[in-house]
Each structure stands twice: as C-alpha cells, then as structure tokens.
C-alpha cells in the first residue's frame, strides 16, 4: 500500500518522522516552498511541493493508497479536495486532528466576515495573527491602517501581499514562530494592542500562549471559530494506527514482539530538568533528580506537594529551552501530551507519568547502596513487579554499606 501525507503542520511533520524512524516510504504533499523548507530530509520521506486541486489531487491517488490528511484545521477547502478525491479514486482517506483547546472568556466569531464586523463595533489597535491568508478581508475594518498589526510569515511573498494591500512597514510583524506567551504579550504592549485576534490553532499552534499573554495585558481575545467539528485521529492514535495497518514499529515493540527497555545511566550533575507538576508523582521525580546533581526547573499552576516552583503557572514551550530531559507529570492529559510532542519536536527526552507510549524514556526505581546504583523499569505492564523488584534489590545494595 502507498502512503501519502498531505502536511503542513507540525502534527505533519511529527508523524513524517515517525514513520522515516520505523522505515516507512511516505510520500508528502506540502502547498509551499515554506512548508517544503521546513522539512529535513529523511530517509523514505519524499516531499513534492505545490498547490494542488481535487482533480491534481485524484491524479495522483489509486485504490492502493492511504492517504493522511495532516493539513491545517483551518483549511477546510483543502480538506474537501482531498475527501473528494478519495472518493473518485478508492483511496482510503484518514484524518490527523489537531484537538481544540477549551478558552473561557474569549469572544468567539464564526468567519472572518463576522471577525471584521466585530472589530468595527469595538475600538482599539489590534494584534492580528490569523496569518496572511485572509489579510485582505480585515482591510474592511475601519482604519485599519492605524488600528491592525499583521504578524506574518517573513517571506518575500508574504510580504509582498501585505505591501500591495497598503500596510505600512511599521505596522508588519514578519515572523517565525512558535511564540512563547512572553513575545506574545511584548509585542500587545509594544504595538499598544487591546485586541488580539486569532484562530483555535490547538495546543502546537501556540493558542494557550496567545490566551496567557492576553490575560498578562489584559487584552481582549477574539477567536474566528474552526470552519467545522471533525473526526479523525490524534497524532498518537495515527502513529498507532498505521504502525499496526502497515505492521510497522511501534514505540515500544518492533513487529508486535515486546522489546525490553535498555538501562541507559548518564550524568546529569548541572544539567537541566524540566518537570512539569507539582504533585506527588512530579515530588518523587524532583527529589530523584536534585539527588543526582540535576538543575530541576520545575513548573506548575500551584505547589501542592511543597517542591518549590521556578515558574507558577501553566506549561509554556519556551520552558524547554535548553532542557536535557523532560518530566510531564501533570493531572492533565492533554497538557502532558502536548509536552511530549513538543519534546520530540525538539529531540528532548520525555518521561510521560501517565503514558508510557507517549514517553521517550522512562523514569525508573533507583535503588542505591554501597557506592552502586541500580534501576528498574517494567514494560509498562507491571508496575507492582517494579516496586517489588526494587525493594529487593535496595535490600541487598544495603549490604554493601557494612
């Protein structure tokens, strides 16, 4: 069976690597030079760029085929073309959501019609990052020359458009993300901004970071709503489904055989830990990490287990920076998987507390005597084995200390 990706996300762009790691050949769909760009080369992952319509799409496609669609949850156009063409062709169409994230006391609009008709029922300079797409449409907001701040991709084109559009220079943000909530609310008080503008782009879009900064500067967020609900699969749901669809490795099992963990010890004497949590769970893992030399950079909504929060609030990409290992400990599911793929993003080792499939190593029992160091792991499946397990081994590591 041949498989096609249609990207141009960073959901995408996981599950490229994904497959090129387990020796998939894949070929990916990207509409621009931008979105090719952003793709490092990787064994099996053949990238075509272009913009395509359903019938350049069917032209391509068989019964044979599977395709992904991984494209933006905004691009709904795009979405019917690729159904469309599945549907004329045979080929088997499966969706890669990119899950909402619920935010209260934001003011939500349907299009971007109903967008421009709320700016000009409300006053203020506005921080608009819903791209470069529709830019043209928010010149019906009433003067929007003095009142709008575009933040978009720093390309040539993209620049180009906003220049033929009228925007002045000093009113074009070009560039890159993600952005972390501290350059979201820099750039709200640098343009003097009361209004930021922006779509429900999920967790990986930076959409929590857009509503922290807003909340800092007590700015007004208005949200043009995603075009229609879906169903599909998240990321981890697609890398599971297509490893057993197209009998590929999984995380943690090669050909459906089970694969033991192996023991890896490092130093981590100055080296930073991020842990996310401040439980008792996230408590273990810190006191853990203290003891063996780590800076542990520890971050959460509130210290209920008493380990002493560098940053007290919610989790935040830019807290990654510089990280040699990851902890997602927190009571939010959603929260702890969105680290982990951020994580991976980044080549960061991740321990998942509560998934040990979304983790990419795994926190074991330290047991410690007599100069030694030992740890134990399960396979996922037995964590009351592990505890028994290290008991006795702490047990006979006691000995040595005579």
């Known amino acids: 069976m041949r498989l096609a990706v249609f990207s141009g996300t960073s959901e995408g762009h996981a599950l490229c690597r994904f497959l090129s790691a387990r020796g998939a050949a894949a070929d990916v769909y990207v509409a621009t030079e931008y979105g090719a760009a952003v793709m490092e080369p990787m064994p099996g992952v053949a990238v075509h760029e272009g913009r395509l319509d359903a019938d350049g799409i069917a032209a391509l496609l068989d019964a044979e085929t599977l395709l992904v669609d991984a494209t933006h949850p905004y691009a709904a156009a795009v979405t019917d073309n690729l159904r469309a063409a599945c549907a004329r062709t045979g080929a088997q169409y499966e969706r890669l959501l990119r899950p909402a994230l619920d935010a209260a006391g934001v003011a939500a609009v349907p299009d971007t019609a109903a967008a421009v008709a709320w700016l000009n029922a409300h ?156 439980g008792r769970i996230a408590a273990r893992r810190i006191g853990v990490l203290r003891r063996f030399g780590a800076r542990v950079v520890t971050v959460a909504p509130e210290d209920r287990a008493g380990v002493g929060l560098t940053h007290c609030r919610g989790y935040e990409k830019s807290d990654l920076s510089g990280a040699f290992l990851a902890v997602a400990a927190t009571d939010d599911r959603t929260v702890n998987r969105r680290i982990a793929r951020d994580c991976a993003e980044r080549d960061i080792p991740c321990s998942v507390a509560d998934c040990a499939a979304a983790s990419t190593f795994f926190f074991p029992a330290v047991c410690e005597g007599g100069g030694l160091t030992a740890g134990v792991v399960s396979d996922g499946a037995a964590h009351g084995k592990t505890a028994a397990a290290a008991k006795r081994i702490r047990a006979v590591l006691e000995e040595f200390d005579d």
Not at 155 to 184: D, T
Not at 200 to 227: H, I, M, N, Q
């Open 123 to 278: 006053p203020g300079k506005v921080l608009l990052t819903t791209g470069s797409k529709e830019l043209e449409a928010y010149t019906a907001v009433e003067g929007w020359r003095e009142r709008l701040y575009p933040r978009v991709l720093p390309s040539v084109p993209v620049l180009e458009k906003c220049a033929a559009l009228g925007f002045a220079g000093a009113h074009i943000i070009a560039m890159q993300g993600p952005f972390s909530r501290e350059i979201n609310a820099a750039l709200l008080r640098q343009t003097g901004a009361t209004i930021l503008v922006t779509k429900d782009t999920g967790a990986s879009g930076g959409f929590a970071e857009k509503l922290s900064a807003a909340r800092e500067t007590g700015a007004t967020v208005l949200v043009v709503a995603r075009p229609c609900a879906e169903t599909g699969r998240t990321l981890e749901e697609m890398q599971a489904y297509l490893a057993g669809r197209l009998g590929l490795a999984g995380p943690d099992r090669t050909q459906g055989e089970s694969l033991p963990r192996f023991p890896l010890f490092v130093s981590l004497a100055g080296k930073t830990c991020v842990v996310f949590g401040a």
